[in-house]
């Protein structure tokens, strides 16, 4: 086993471990499903980090080239992964039989922690680059980190309903031009 295939086990186990967090949490809404109270903006965001945990696997292969590992490096990936799950961890509220669900309240009362978490995010995705390259990524790559970035800012400052239901979508649409333009081929 190499040393890639032996470090991506615990960084595959975390992903693993986000994907069934919201896959959990669609099962209690659907079961529960006459007490809730949807919300958009929750809904939307809960599959971007199905589609985020996604990615960073993806990316990881690239990770496969790397011959000497370094401590510091693997902290920061699996800081990076560490802050996927919580993202997963603070989308949908955990169900308890027979309670009202209200995603917009719950979405309202995690709204700060979870974008501080997407900021943390994109600077721990930078740091990673910074750290394993020796330099930046490309000056797209970083626009799409800045611009995703403002998106999770004016998310921890603006409370309006229309305001998150738009930065929703449109971390959707911007991150599907991150993958297409940079992560559609390994």
Partial sequence: MTQFEYLSVLLSIILGLAITQVLQGYRGL???????RAYWPTLIWSALILLFTCQAWWASFGLEGLREWRFEVFLVI?????????????????????AEIDLRAHYEAQRRPFFACLI??????LLKDLMLE???????????????????????????HAVQLAIAI?????????????FARL
Avoid at 30 to 36: C, E, F, I, M, Q
Avoid at 136 to 158: R, S, T
Avoid at 171 to 181: C, E, I, S
């Fill in 134 to 160: 020796g330099e930046l990524p490309e000056a797209l790559n970083i626009l799409f980190h800045v611009l995703l970035a403002a998106l999770a800012l004016l998310g921890i400052l603006v409370r309006r």
């Fill in 120 to 125: 943390l995010v994109l600077i721990v995705s």
């Fill in 78 to 98: 699996l800081f990076q992964m560490a802050l996927i799950f919580m993202l997963a961890a603070l989308v949908l509220p955990d169900v308890q039989a027979g």
């Fill in 170 to 182: 449109g971390t959707a649409v911007l991150f599907g031009f991150y993958v297409a333009l940079l």
């Fill in 30 to 36: 659907l079961l529960a499903r006459r007490s809730v």
